[in-house]
């Protein structure tokens, strides 16, 4: 474990055996065990490198367990469990990249910015943070751009020095032709940069990952479907005011679950047949529209019924 900033760790995780790590691409995630608790984190360290990942976890005043126990609980040497690696955040071919980090958002981000500079395509990094101090990984940034110099930079942003945020509006409006954007950071950001998606003209080209889930209130008129187990052959009824992965739990179907927010992709289930109702923020909208996979904690059933892939 490495102190990387204000209440920021980072974690490296071996195998026990010391047998090599699955393999991984950048934007990747894993599900962490957290003393009873599931929480996802992004992989941040070098994919070339089988026998470790590293991960940082930021202490979150309002945390749910995940990131407490990590800063008060877990010490070198110790067991835990781990599930994954996914990826639902991969970095797309592009001529060059623009990233948009903040706080720690920068851990998919620097990632793909070594990726980025692997593949000879240029990059620029935009890094906001609350101060200096609570910027992680500003250093491995930087050293990172100059090992390709010309091609690569990174302004960092820390507000207190910059008397303000990052100017949104003026990045977007000056991504190159080509290039694709990849944000991640608090739900703020997000927003900000979504808002101005259809302005700056990015449309596909601008790629979000959000840490927390902001799942859909329920819908006036919500109406209850059917869910047939296709490996099982067993049918069941999910009600106005569920999930589907609650209903499933309560008849016995055991499903993987994680987030229950739409947002890590633990639930990503085949459908054989029917029309999802997507409500996650996870896959893309040529994803929804395809109707093949979908999201159980969160995403219902556009008609009467489904018959899943399990
Ligand atoms: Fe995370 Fe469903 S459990 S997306």
């Known amino acids: 474990m ?3 900033a204000d209440e920021v760790l980072s974690v490296e995780l071996v195998h026990p055996d010391g047998k090599p790590l699955p ?4 934007g990747a995630h894993i599900d962490l065990h957290t003393g009873g608790q599931v929480r996802q984190y992004s992989l941040c360290g070098d994919p070339a490198d089988t026998t470790r990942y590293r991960i940082a976890v930021l202490r979150a005043p309002a945390s749910r367990g995940g990131s407490e126990f990590v800063h008060r609980e877990l010490r070198p040497g110790a067991t835990v469990t781990v599930r994954g690696p996914r990826n639902h955040f991969p970095l797309t071919d592009a001529d060059a990249y623009v990233f948009i980090a903040g706080g720690i958002g920068v851990t998919p981000l620097l990632a793909q910015a070594r990726e980025a500079g692997a593949r000879g395509s240029g990059w620029q990094f935009w890094y906001g943070g609350r101060g200096r101090s ?3 990984f500003a250093d491995e940034l930087t050293a990172l751009a100059g090992l390709t110099p010309g091609k690569a930079s990174v302004v960092l942003h820390p507000k207190d020095e910059r008397g303000g945020r990052m100017d949104l509006a003026r990045i977007l409006a000056q991504v190159p032709d080509g ?3 990849y944000c991640c950071g608090p739900q703020s950001l997000i927003d900000a940069v979504e808002a101005a998606r259809t302005e700056s003209g990015l449309g596909d080209r601008l790629h979000v990952e959000r840490f927390a889930g902001t799942p859909a209130a329920p819908e006036d008129g919500e109406r209850g479907f059917e869910v047939e187990c296709a490996r099982s052959g067993r049918t069941v009824a999910v009600g106005p005011d569920e999930s589907i992965v609650d209903a499933l739990e309560d008849a016995g179907v055991y499903v993987e679950a994680s987030c229950r927010d739409g947002v890590c992709g633990t639930c990503e289930t085949r459908v054989i047949a029917g029309t999802p ?3 996650d923020t996870l896959l893309s909208s ?13 995403s219902r059933c556009a008609d009467k019924r489904l018959v ?3």
């Open 2 to 4: 490495t102190y990387e």
């Open 23 to 26: 393999d991984w691409t950048p």
């Open 134 to 136: 609570s910027m992680a």
């Open 179 to 181: 290039a694709r954007v």
């Open 277 to 279: 109702d997507h409500r």
């Open 286 to 298: 040529a994803q929804h529209a395809a109707g093949d996979v979908m999201m159980l904690c969160v």
């Open 308 to 310: 899943l892939d399990i």
